[in-house]
């Protein structure tokens, strides 16, 4: 813009003296007006040269900055992106940081730069991606029980390096909440900002509108005292503020009103206290079971007992003596009692697990679920993975894997489900569900023509160094994954009626890549193999 005003001054200029330079040294008055003309015309060269120098010295360092970055997070990718801060930096720097570098450039337009950024931008994570991530910190905020300034500090369980949230990190991730209507996370986020703010930390976003945005979200989770001090703290640094002169007006009468009709005196607010996690109580939601699914997901309330636990086994299992489980059985410890669940330890080798992964990653797609209302497939925010499915023909490597499974089940495979492979990204997880159809979906599975889900094998496929169990609300039981291991479990009774006690969820990632296989077994094919009982629950 500085170099387009100084062409167009140069022009004028010009223009000038072609118009006097016939006269100019007539008057020394017209010459002394062409001084401050071309004293202006230097100035304006200077803002154009310290622009141009200023937009290169913002350029380096990005640059700079970006390859230090690039150069961590390329050294292993998984291990980097293991760390949910960082997964979620990276989508909010390319979908936001990344094109204000490209304004940056755009002003002096390199078309190098401006082609690659063309040709790598429709591979770049858009709004939605960005907000995706921020959410799903929030999620790992609830369920783990974190606060803000953990996250910010990069402070997680098995965690040895830190990823750090700046000030304007912890607004977008306030703003973010904020246009959602989550005032609760909102505020957490929002305070974090200011709090990182008063402690003189560099940020770009103003206190003004951290201020703004935190006291209406205070307002809206009900604590007018609040957000009458932190309104005056905005009034205070910005008087001609548009809103909060008005919105401190309304505060104060609002809670004039309140303690009137309490028969209170009116009292000034008290000073402002540090808005913790627990300040507010978290809003209730959809799913009936939340404190109980959160809490085994962090490891409370799980019921094993010792006397539970002494009724648990381990031992070798050759599938009834099949022949290829003979002479190398495969180890099996019971996980459950009741429901019987149980891990199978080296059920898939490495070079197994590469292979799949392998196969699987140019097929991920967004994991969907199926709408009970509609009956139609649709993606879902409790179900956050992408998954791809195999088929045995693919790959020697996926036929010898189903093949195992039926060896170790003494089910067949033949009616089964393709094997489902799914990754988990930052915050992952699939909220309590069913494997099974219940009464309310009959046709669920109808189109394949094999029944209902009878039982469960679900591989693990990699560790995860903190979250990512998976848990049953209805008994209390925590599974954690273990690369290589795999659990299985029926999710019918014998009689063919659903065994509501699987209910079970994947836990939200907290630190670490999760993969998983599984497969679903159905029904059909099975009525010799695990032949009917005579009772409603056998």
């Avoid at 230097?42 to 937009?55: D, F, G």
């Avoid at 929030?138 to 990823?163: I, V």
């Avoid at 219940?438 to 094999?450: I, M, S």
């Avoid at 599974?479 to 299985?488: D, E, H, L, Q, R």
């Amino acid at each position: 813009m500085r170099k387009h005003l100084f062409l167009l001054a140069l022009a004028l200029v010009c223009c000038c003296f072609w118009s006097v330079q016939a006269e100019v040294y007539t008057s020394i008055g017209q010459m002394t007006d062409l001084i401050y003309t071309e004293k202006e015309l230097v100035q304006s060269l200077k803002e154009y040269i310290q622009a141009e120098e200023s937009k290169l010295a913002a350029v380096k360092s990005w640059a700079n900055k970006l390859d230090v970055l690039t150069r961590a997070s390329t050294s292993d990718p998984e291990v980097y992106l293991a760390h949910p801060v960082n997964a979620y930096k990276l989508m909010k720097r390319l979908n936001t940081e990344w094109s204000e570098l490209e304004s940056l450039v755009l002003q002096d337009p390199s078309d190098g730069f401006i082609s690659n950024m063309t040709v790598h931008r429709q591979y770049f994570p858009d709004e939605e991606d960005e907000k995706g991530a921020a959410k799903a910190l929030m999620r790992l905020q609830d369920t783990y029980k974190l606060d803000s300034e953990s996250f910010s500090k990069g402070k997680l369980p098995g965690m040895h390096h830190n990823a750090i949230l700046t000030v304007d990190d912890c607004y977008d991730m306030g703003k973010t909440a904020y246009n959602e209507a989550d005032y609760y996370h909102a505020v957490l986020w929002m305070q974090q900002a200011l709090r990182q703010m008063d402690a003189g930390e560099e940020h770009v976003v103003s206190k003004a509108d951290v201020l703004d945005y935190l006291s209406y979200s205070v307002y809206q989770m009900g604590d007018l005292p609040r957000a009458i001090e932190l309104t005056r703290r905005l009034v205070a640094i910005d008087s001609s503020h548009q809103r909060a002169g008005g919105n401190l007006r309304y505060f104060e009468k609002l809670l004039s009103k309140q303690l009137k009709e309490l028969n209170q005196e009116v009292q000034e607010p008290a000073t402002e206290e540090p808005i913790q996690l627990g300040t507010y109580k978290r809003p209730k939601d959809y799913l009936p079971e939340r404190e109980i699914y959160e809490g085994l997901c962090r490891g409370e309330g799980v019921k094993m007992t010792s006397e539970r636990r002494s009724r648990l086994y381990c031992r070798y299992h050759d599938g009834n003596r099949n022949p290829r489980l003979l002479l190398q059985p495969m180890k099996e410890e019971d996980e459950w009692d009741s429901p019987h669940i149980v891990r199978y330890l080296n059920a898939l080798s490495d070079s197994e697990i590469e292979k799949i992964k392998e196969l699987a990653k140019p097929r991920l797609a967004r994991a969907t679920v199926r709408d009970p209302k509609t009956g139609v497939l649709t993606t879902a925010n409790y179900r956050v993975s992408k998954s791809a499915w195999l088929e045995g023909e693919e790959d020697p490597v996926i036929e010898r894997v189903n093949q195992r499974i039926e060896d170790i089940t003494g089910l067949t495979t033949q009616t089964a489900e393709l094997l489902q492979i799914a990754n988990y990204g930052v915050g992952g997880q699939y909220e309590p569900h069913f494997d099974f159809s219940r009464k309310d979906e009959p046709d669920a599975f109808k189109t394949l023509g094999t029944g209902n889900r009878v039982a469960t094998f679900l591989n693990y496929m990699s560790d995860v160094e903190a979250g990512g169990a998976t848990v049953f609300p209805d008994f209390g039981a925590a599974i954690y994954p273990k690369k290589g291991t795999a659990v299985f479990w029926y999710n019918l009774f014998r009689s063919g009626e659903g065994d509501y006690r699987t209910r079970h969820a994947a836990c939200p990632v907290l630190v670490g890549c999760k993969w998983v296989s599984n497969k679903w077994i159905h029904e059909r094919g099975q009525e010799f193999r695990r032949p009917c009982g005579l009772t409603e629950v056998d």
